[in-house]
Nanobody, 126 residues
Framework: QAQLVESGGGLVQAGDSLRLSCAAS????????IGWFRQAPGKEREFVAA????????YYGDSVKGRFSISRDNAKDTVFLQMNSLKPEDTAVYYC???????????????????WGQGTQVTVSS
């Protein structure tokens, strides 16, 4: 069964770094863009970053530009989210997701993503 599994979350202090991983199983990783979203309590799900299959296109939400970096290792069916200079407002559950279609033009709409992981908690203390 195709699935995405996130890992790497945890409790850190403001200014620290974390690297999240999104491991894919099954045949659902090849040729598809992968995105990261986050959701804090009481808030809507927010686009964080996305990357196309060849890693030639990367997209970021405004709140993380310059601090977060997305990458992927297709040989290992894994996408990474490197998070630097973390802030308390980055606290959320982080989800990775695959787009519905291989073609993707950088939409921040979660409705364009059709297969989701279970999420990993990131907590940043001040």
């Amino acid at each position: 069964q195709a699935q995405l599994v996130e890992s790497g979350g945890g409790l850190v202090q403001a200014g620290d770094s974390l690297r999240l991983s999104c491991a894919a199983s099954g045949s659902m990783f090849n040729n598809y863009p992968i995105g990261w979203f986050r959701q804090a309590p009481g808030k809507e799900r927010e686009f964080v970053a996305a990357i196309n299959w060849s890693s030639t296109m990367k997209y970021y939400g405004d709140s993380v530009k310059g601090r977060f970096s997305i990458s992927r290792d297709n040989a290992k069916d894994t996408v990474f989210l490197q998070m630097n200079s973390l802030k308390p407002e980055d606290t959320a559950v982080y989800y990775c997701a695959r787009t519905f279609h291989p073609s993707y033009s950088g939409s921040h709409d979660s409705g364009d993503f059709g297969l989701w992981g279970q999420g990993t908690q990131v907590t940043v203390s001040s």
